[in-house]
């Protein structure tokens, strides 16, 4: 499948088993050095495919830890200093061949090198593929808050090999499937009701359906100020509880979490046409995917109060009102506090 991306002049294409076309575009630039951003982790697993891609080409691999730790100030000013030494220009590109750190980590060392030079994103996990590979937000995590620095900055070129899923283990596939479900909630039912009782998934299907949802609410809103903003669902508890985890939790199973949140708030509120939460609890269970995180509400406080989305001391927060549509809701942090403790107590 190839979808592409008018407003921003690329292309992604979505195969399995096969990297012609992504060979195809490297070998178009063929006079351009390579720097291939990636963890040990898929490293160890895809070395000779590394080597077979780039067979010809100059290139060179910066391998990181793996782990969100990695996302960090160190290393994106290494990986400066490593493309000051091999003399990259902007003719060169940047390959980020991971997940959604190493995607995170590669686009924004890629946005601010020279002011910018070409990025590709080969992303390996089925999170990265359907959410931080497309869309153009990248950035680094400071002071333990998520992506508190970054850019807006699109890819050249994306290409997506779902055989690349067939090495993860549950615990990483739900993590992906986690955030689909945020866009099923978003605008698709009929998704949702795939998701909800499908065994075995369809990646194919799944990750277009779930790519063509993304891209409709970044269309015209490169920069986040109107309706890409939907897209926010389930993130801002979502990012506290991950962040108050240290962690542990990773993005889609903290996001998880936060969509039920805020479904059971907007039921109890009485803004949700019914207790859909329940359904998503339920299809959460199916996938053995979390469904609450305890915490202090004081201390979840504390960590949104450095949110990106804060303006004038409000807080833009998405409720879903039923499966397939949501409402955007400036708020105050009073009024933030009730949210969560409506949206984290289960009676």
Known sequence: MEILVKENNYKIDIDYKSDDK?????????ESKFL??????VFSLYEERMKNLMEGLEYFIFKITPGEESKSIKNFVDINKFLVEKNFNRGDVI???GGG??????GYVAASYLRGID?????????SMIDSSVGGKNGINFMNLKNQIGSFYFPKYVHIDYSFLETLDERNINNGLAEIFKYSVL???????YLKSADDLDYERIIYKSLNIKLDFVRDDERDKGKRQKLNLGHTIGHGIESLSNYQLNHGESIGIGTIYMARTAYKLGLAEDDF?????EAFKNHNLPISYDFDTDEILEVLHHDKKIK???????????????????IDFDELRKIIELGKNDE
């Open 277 to 281: 939460y329940k359904d998503l609890i």
């Open 22 to 30: 992504l060979k195809d575009f490297l070998r178009g630039r063929s």
């Open 95 to 97: 390959i980020a061949f």
């Open 187 to 193: 605008k698709d039912r009929e998704l949702f009701e």
């Open 36 to 41: 291939i951003v990636t963890d040990e982790n």
């Open 312 to 330: 004038n001391n409000r807080i833009n927060i998405i409720i879903p009102i039923k499966i397939g549509e949501v409402m955007s809701k400036k």
């Open 101 to 106: 750190v190493v995607g995170d980590l590669g």
């Open 119 to 127: 990025f590709v994103a080969v992303p390996t996990t089925l999170l």
